[in-house]
């Protein structure tokens, strides 16, 4: 009898196996095996793993693995980026274990979604601008879990902006990011789309800036060649003019003169700065002083100016601390090369007739101030330019 009541007790014990969750969760684990074993089989698995589960008990189980079985084949169809063999036999296989957890009463593992590919792997921000793409694409599989995912736009600097609200969730295994003025707004500064879940970036389109290309280096002649330059300094002192004693028939005065021009060269422009004194020895001191800057040479747009390679020397003149009388209208001060160099109105005549100075101007008295200077005639100028190629502004 105690035998009898002991044997009782241990069949009470014993997890019938044959009840329809049994039977389910069984049949699942014969379809993870099989799809383990031969990945490439596993439509087949499914499609008779959803014929074994007959059962009216095993309906809300067979809809779930027939759910999975469309699922899946969709991915095949309409997403050949994640059309791998390996990729959806293992996502398969996760899902057939969420579903015995879910049959057993156990714990569901926590669903993640999948990404396989972005389409286009990166997008031009110029072209973006002219809709070239309008929108980029994430693929991937279970893109419907909960937390939902987030596409974040990231800066050069590492900072991001959530546009998830800008994401167009097509299917569970297709997202799309439109750009344009409802879509994300990409600057000179973005770096990066991110498709992130729960934390993690799982997918990234590169956002590509307008690449700089190399300059072209090259000699360029400037167009100064046989172009006048004229300076006339201000009068500063005495009377205007340069007789001695304000009278003609006293004959032109010794004057101190100096004169120079000097040539700058930046990253922009060659400069020449053309400057002048003329100062009377003798009577009311008359003088003339001043400084004026002319450009030679502009660099092109985007361009810049290495060293100029020929012409655009420098020039200094000056007569002795006895002065100079300049009897002559104009005097030529150098021949170049890069330069001719003339006085202008500041002497007489000193043989034969008198003849008035300033000639040139409406008071041939008084050329001080009015037409006494300087005029500078150019060479050309070569320089070495460092410039965009065609159609670029900008260089490096």
């Known amino acids: 009898m105690c ?8 069949a009470c014990d014993l997890v019938d196996t ?3 969750t049994q039977r389910a969760a069984a049949a699942i684990d014969g379809a993870i095996a099989q799809i383990t074993n031969q990945s490439s089989q596993w439509q087949a698995v499914l499609q008779n793993t959803v014929a074994q589960l007959t059962d009216q008990a095993q309906s809300t189980i067979r809809n779930e693995v027939q759910n999975l079985l469309d699922r899946t084949v969709a991915v095949t169809i309409a997403n050949f980026q994640c059309g791998i063999v390996d990729f959806l036999s293992t996502r398969v296989i996760e899902h057939l274990q969420a579903i015995k957890a879910h049959v057993l009463g156990q714990p ?18 110029n072209l973006v601008k002219s809709n070239r793409p309008d929108h980029v694409d994430f693929f991937g599989y279970d893109f419907d879990t909960t937390p939902g995912i987030k596409v974040y736009l990231e800066s050069t600097n590492g900072s991001r902006v959530d546009v998830t609200s800008k994401l167009i969730m097509n299917t569970a295994f297709q997202v799309t990011v439109p750009f344009g003025a409802n879509g994300v707004q990409l600057t000179s500064q973005s770096k990066a789309i991110r498709l992130n879940w729960s934390g993690t970036d799982y997918g990234s389109i590169a956002v590509l800036q307008p690449s700089i290309p190399l300059c072209i ?8 060649f046989g172009k006048t330059t004229s300076f006339i300094p201000a009068l500063i002192a005495g009377d205007s003019d340069f ?4 009278n003609v028939f006293n004959g032109p005065s010794p004057l101190q003169v100096g004169l120079t021009v000097t040539t700058t060269v930046t990253q922009h422009a060659v400069t020449a700065s053309i400057g002048m004194r003329a ?3 003798t009577g009311d001191t008359t003088t003339v002083s001043g400084e004026t800057t002319n450009v030679l040479y502009q660099a092109p747009l985007g361009g810049r100016i290495e060293s100029v390679i020929a012409g ?7 007569t002795p601390a006895t002065g100079k009388v300049f009897g002559d209208t104009t005097q030529r001060m ?6 001719v160099v003339t006085t202008v109105d500041i002497g007489g005549f000193t043989g034969g007739p008198i003849t008035f100075p300033g000639g040139r101007g409406s008071d041939p008295g008084h050329a001080a101030g009015t037409t006494a200077g300087v005029e500078v005639t150019w060479n050309s100028l070569t320089v070495k330019v460092f410039q965009p190629p065609p159609g670029y502004s900008t260089c490096t």
């Open 279 to 281: 100062a009377e020895l």
């Open 334 to 339: 150098t021949n170049g090369p890069d330069k």
């Open 217 to 224: 280096e090259s000699a360029v002649s400037s167009n100064t």
């Open 3 to 10: 035998v009898t009541v002991m044997v009782t007790m241990a």
């Open 108 to 125: 569901v593992p926590t669903r993640h979604p999948t990404f396989c590919q972005p389409v286009p792997s990166s997008v031009d921000v």
């Open 312 to 318: 655009g020397g420098s020039f200094a003149w000056s």
């Open 18 to 20: 044959n009840t329809p």
């Open 243 to 246: 007789w001695q004693g304000g």
